[in-house]
Every structure is written in structure tokens, then in C-alpha cells.
């Protein structure tokens, strides 16, 4: 972070402070001071600031190492000058951008991007990067590729043994972005890859962690017999309220079926007989008659008269007629005898 005091007067530096103020703390915290020669870390800054400006130019620059989340906010510097009342003082606000992701996990064959990119408020252009190749069961460093800024008009590239025709520089210098592309990769790429970006006096490193995995063979997937889901509280109580209903009204369901059965079965009979009389009634007239003498006189008891017969007509009766008062075949069948007829 930047702090440089420019005057037309020949005037030195005799303090610099850092102050560090945040949204979340209401108190600003001291971060670095100097004076009378000595530069004093402060608080948790302790073991992670520095000042990196040239005193004599008037230069009280702070490199801040590690960042840290908590390290977002605005870092105040204050100078005095030598004879001077006034205090000139510079605010830098500090952005921390999220994590990358410091480990990647590929198929053999799959290529593998690494990204490497330096973000600073300041114009600080990359000078080299450098890419170097851990495995993980050697502690020795390869050099994977090394990229100059200044040998040539577009750069010079260096790879290293076994990388040479697989590994390619896609990142753009000019934004300070040192990212790779590893082509084909082998199981024997697994491995510690650190970049470091360089800036001048500045390095910027970072460590990425590659797993190399096999690519699992295609077979046919098989669909997975679901499980039997848990009932709930209610569900269980609604279940058990319906069994329950079903069993009570179970006796007078039976009760309505079978009086609704009998009446029917009544209904049917009564259909039935009522049938049967309309049919006896209307072919009652089809009954054969028969003719009975009751009285036979021979020629040789009366030779001298004539012979006479007496017949009757029988008519069906049936049951339901007898007890009809009214009925004329009751009056004949009680005595009314019809006049006998006489034969020639």
C-alpha cells in the first residue's frame, strides 16, 4: 500500500503511521509506526506488515503479507515533516477478494486449468513467472515453466523434462495473470504446483494440490428400489381414525344390505304370485267338462216309457274363487240343478 509525499522542498520524513479502520470495529487499530529510525509492528499486524518505501524519498510504502478477511477496510497513512505542523495523510481502502480454490481433482486424460493472477490496486507489472512441479512421493522440485517478461518482445518460455509439449500459458502477463493449462494428464501428475509471480522486489506465490483420478467404466444403470417412506404422526393417526370408522359402521352397512335384500326377495314373490293368479284366470275357460249319468233305466223295467238322462256340467273352482260370495258358480254347485233334459 502506497504512500509517497511529494514536495518541491527538501524536507525529511521523522514519523510514519499506519492507522486500520473498519466497518465492523468502531475503534481504529494501529497497524505500523516509525520514528527516529525504528519501524514498530503493531497488534495482530505484528508478524505480517513491513514498510517497503524509501524513507529518504519520502516514502512510507506498507507491504501487508497473508491477507486475511478480516483485513478488509481502510488503512490511513499519516506523515510529518521535519519543521512541519501539518499532518499529510493518504487513505488506501482494501478489498479481500474470496479464496480460489487451492485444490483440483481431474479424470486421466482430462486437462487441468491452474489459475495464477496477482490483483493490486497498484500498477505493479509482472516480471517473471515461475511454475514448479512437487510429486508427492519425491520432496524434490521440477520446473514445470518459467516466463520472462523481458528477454523477448513476446516472452520467453522455458519447460521443463516431461511437461515440455503438454503444458501451455494461457493467462495474460500483461494483467499479471501467470495461469497454465496441463494437457493429458498422467496419474504421475498428481502433485504440489506452486506458482510465483514476480513484481519487481514483490513475490506472489500460490500452491495448488492436483488428484488424478481413473474415469469409472459406463455400465447401465439400474434403477434403485425406493425406499419405504416413514409415516408421519398425523399421516399414522389419520390411518388409524379411518380403520377404526370402517369398523364401527361395518355392523349397519351389513344391517342396510340385508334389509335391502329382503325387501326385494319380498318384492319378487308377491311379483311372482300375482303372476301365476293372472295366468289361472285368464286360461280357467281351457278346463275339459265331463257329462256324468246319474240315472239309467233299462227297457226291460219300463217297456212302455221312454228313457230318460240326467247330466251334469262341472265348472273348475279354484281356491281363491270360493271365497267370493258373490261368485255364480257357487250357487249352482250348492243344489241349483239345472232341469234335466230329455232324450229322444
Known sequence: ????????EEKRITKVDWIFSSEEHAKDDYVLYYYANLSVPVGRFQNRVRLVGDISHN????????????????????????????????????????????????????????????RSTEENLMTKVDWMFSPEEHTKEEIMLRYYTKKLPSGYHQYGGRFQNRVNLVGNTAHNDGSIKLQGVKESDRGSYTCSIHLGNLTFRK????????????????????????????????IVGIVCVTILLL??????????YGNKSSITSTTLVKSLENT???????????????????????????????????HPVWPSLRSAPNNPLDKKSAGEMPKPEQAF
Do not use: W
Not at 215 to 236: C, D, F, H, M, Y
Open 1 to 8: 500500500m502506497g504512500c509517497v509525499f511529494h514536495s518541491t
Open 59 to 118: 516514502d512510507g510504502s506498507l507491504l501487508l503479507q497473508n491477507v486475511e478477511e478480516a483485513d478488509q477496510g481502510i488503512y490511513t497513512c499519516e506523515i510529518r515533516l521535519e519543521m512541519e505542523s501539518h499532518v499529510f495523510k493518504t487513505p488506501v481502502v482494501l478489498h479481500v477478494l474470496p479464496e480460489e480454490p487451492k485444490e483440483l481433482t481431474v479424470h486421466v486424460g482430462d486437462s487441468a486449468l491452474m489459475e495464477c493472477v496477482f
Open 207 to 238: 500452491t495448488i494440490v492436483l488428484h488424478v483420478i481413473q474415469k469409472e467404466p459406463q455400465t447401465l444403470v439400474t434403477p434403485v428400489a425406493s425406499r419405504p417412506e416413514i409415516l408421519g404422526g398425523n399421516q399414522l393417526v389419520t
Open 251 to 260: 355392523p349397519v352397512l351389513i344391517l342396510i344390505v340385508k334389509r335391502t
Open 280 to 314: 289361472k284366470k285368464v286360461h280357467a275357460e281351457n278346463h275339459v267338462y265331463s257329462s256324468i249319468t246319474t240315472q239309467e233305466v233299462t227297457e226291460e223295467e219300463e217297456p212302455s216309457e221312454k228313457s230318460e238322462a240326467t247330466y251334469m256340467t262341472m
